[in-house]
T-cell receptor, first 114, second 109 residues
Framework: NAGVMQNPRHLVRRRGQEARLRCSPMKGHSHVYWYRQLPEEGLKFMVYLQKENIIDESGMPKERFSAEFPKEGPSILRIQQVVRGDSAAYFC????????????FGSGTRLTVV | KNEVEQSPQNLTAQEGEFITINCSYSVGISALHWLQQHPGGGIVSLFMLSSGKKKHGRLIATINIQEKHSSLHITASHPRDSAVYICAVDMDSNYQLIWGAGTKLIIKP
């Protein structure tokens, strides 16, 4: 059981490009969460997904950001037309049942926009 | 005011000292989490608490639901304990973890 796998670990994009961040949850986990950590700040919730459904996206910026968790394959956080302010660490967490088992976190993707 | 407050922000101690990190929250919660983050590294879940006390090795976590307060203790601290320790809460009303700002701990040999 490889844990929560995030890739890439580091991603550099020029302003205006698209960034795709991938998260493979632990085997059997159907709950996926994305969090963003801006430099020198705490983590902030972005979105909560279950298979093929977005449950809560209240933390997602209204424009340029989208997330999906398809029936097959990893969860994807997509940022279109990146700007310097998108530079941050993006963490994914998964759970079988968060109130019973808690969360397992990935190692994060560090996005740098140049 | 943040919903989750941690203290201290920074803590430097000598190897072997007993360490206490505090967390206060202002919302109704279903669970509280203590997590560890190394510089440039991932996040590791240490404890999930909804009442009482838990112990794992040299780490102890306690929670007082009435006072909305939790503490993380490290006994016989070691330089490898140096990391950022973060408190986060599962709110009653939604699915989000609300995070504290973290406590940066440095243990000197």
């Amino acid at each position: 059981n490889a844990g929560v796998m995030q890739n890439p670990r580091h991603l550099v994009r020029r302003r205006g490009q698209e960034a795709r961040l991938r998260c493979s949850p632990m085997k059997g986990h159907s709950h996926v969460y994305w969090y963003r950590q801006l430099p020198e700040e705490g983590l902030k919730f972005m979105v909560y997904l279950q298979k093929e459904n977005i449950i809560d996206e209240s933390g997602m910026p209204k424009e340029r950001f989208s997330a999906e968790f398809p029936k097959e394959g990893p969860s994807i956080l997509r940022i279109q037309q990146v700007v310097r302010g998108d530079s941050a660490a993006y963490f994914c967490a998964s759970s079988l049942d968060p109130l019973v088992y808690g969360y397992t976190f990935g190692s994060g993707t560090r996005l740098t926009v140049v | 005011k943040n919903e989750v407050e941690q203290s201290p922000q920074n803590l430097t101690a000598q190897e072997g000292e007993f360490i206490t990190i505090n967390c206060s929250y202002s919302v109704g919660i279903s669970a509280l989490h203590w997590l560890q983050q190394h510089p440039g590294g991932g996040i590791v879940s240490l404890f999930m608490l909804s009442s009482g006390k838990k112990k794992h090795g040299r780490l102890i976590a306690t929670i007082n639901i009435q006072e909305k307060h939790s503490s993380l203790h490290i006994t016989a601290s070691h330089p490898r304990d140096s990391a950022v320790y973060i408190c986060a809460v599962d709110m009653d009303s939604n699915y989000q973890l609300i995070w504290g700002a973290g406590t940066k701990l440095i243990i000197k040999p």
